[in-house]
């Protein structure tokens, strides 16, 4: 199992920007698919990006796209979330999960290891 630990979330007012970060521990990432989650209030979790460690190739939600940016630190072992332009509606408690093989690559079921969240409000 790998450890992943969230940290940067915080109350920002729309349009502004934040930078989350998952940091890793117990296994590296090397070998994991990692991707970022959301959960509002009395809403399900829902994907929002997620990177293959090796070739670092991305997926981004159609409601974050050209908004938010997946990222990795190899020696760190730690990914990263970029959020700018963030929106009132981009306001959930934010998730860093990790699988080895997930299918389809959005679902959340499909990820075995999950952090605790970190809060994101977007004020208007």
């Known amino acids: 199992q790998v450890q992943l630990v969230e940290s940067g979330g915080g109350l920002v007012q729309a349009a502004g920007s934040l930078r989350l970060s998952c940091a890793a521990s117990g296994r590296t990432l090397s070998t994991y698919v990692t991707g970022w989650f959301r959960q509002a209030p009395g809403k399900e979790r829902e994907f929002v990006a997620v990177?293959?460690?090796?070739?670092?190739?991305?997926f981004y939600a159609d409601s974050v796209k050209g908004r938010f940016t997946i990222s990795r630190d190899n020696a760190k072992n730690t990914v990263y979330l970029q959020m700018n332009s963030l929106k009132p509606e981009d306001t959930a408690v934010y998730y860093c999960?990790?699988?080895?093989?997930?299918?389809?690559?959005?679902?959340?079921?499909?990820?075995?290891?999950w952090g605790q969240g970190t809060q994101v409000t977007v004020s208007s």
């Open positions: 999960a990790a699988a080895r093989n997930p299918f389809p690559i959005s679902r959340v079921r499909a990820y075995d290891n």
């Open positions: 990177i293959r460690w090796s070739g670092g190739s991305t």
